[in-house]
C-alpha cells in the first residue's frame, strides 16, 4: 500500500476533479434538487461527501488510538446515514455546506498522512470516502449537468 501515492496523486487528483465539477454548477441551481431521483441537489451531495469525510476522520483517529471496532463499523447501515445527513443538508445554507466539505477533507487528510501504520481499515475508509467517492459523485454531477 502506497499511503503517499493515494494522498498525492488519487486522493488529491479526484478531489479537484470533484471541485472542478462543482464549479460548473451555475449558483442558482446549487439547491436545485433534481441531481437524484431522490431529490439530492449539488449542495446535499457536497454535504454527503463532506458527512463521510467527517467520519473517515473519525475511524482513522479510532484506528490511531487503538479503539476502532470493525463490528461497529460493519453495523452501519449506510442507507440510513446518507438519509439523515440528506434531512440535515437541507436545514443549511450553501456557504456552511462547503466549509464543512473542506474542513472534513482536510481533517481526513491529514487522519491519513499521520497514521504510523496504514492498516487495511485505514485504507479502505480513506480510499472509499475520499477519491473514489469524489469519482462517483463527479459522474453524476456531470451527468446532471449534461
Known amino acids: 500500500m502506497d499511503a503517499a501515492r493515494l ?3 488519487e486522493e488529491e487528483e479526484e478531489w479537484r476533479r470533484l471541485q472542478a465539477v462543482f464549479a460548473r454548477v451555475p449558483q442558482e441551481r446549487f439547491e436545485e434538487p433534481t441531481l437524484t431521483s ?3 441537489s449539488p449542495k446535499d451531495a457536497m454535504f454527503h461527501v463532506g458527512g463521510w469525510l467527517a467520519d473517515c476522520a473519525r475511524v482513522l483517529d479510532e484506528i490511531r488510538e487503538g479503539t476502532f471496532d470493525r463490528s461497529v463499523d460493519d453495523a452501519l447501515v449506510i442507507a440510513d446515514v446518507n438519509h439523515a445527513w440528506f434531512l440535515l443538508s437541507r436545514t443549511m445554507d450553501a456557504d456552511t455546506v462547503r466549509a464543512g466539505c473542506e474542513a472534513s477533507r482536510l481533517r481526513a487528510r491529514e487522519g491519513f ?3 504510523q501504520e496504514v492498516t487495511s481499515d485505514a485504507w479502505e ?3 472509499e470516502s475520499g477519491p473514489l467517492h469524489y469519482a462517483k459523485h463527479v459522474n453524476d454531477l456531470e ?3 449534461g
Open 7 to 9: 494522498l498525492a496523486e
Open 38 to 40: 431522490d431529490g439530492w
Open 113 to 115: 498522512a499521520t497514521l
Open 125 to 127: 475508509w480513506f480510499e
Open 143 to 145: 451527468a446532471w449537468l
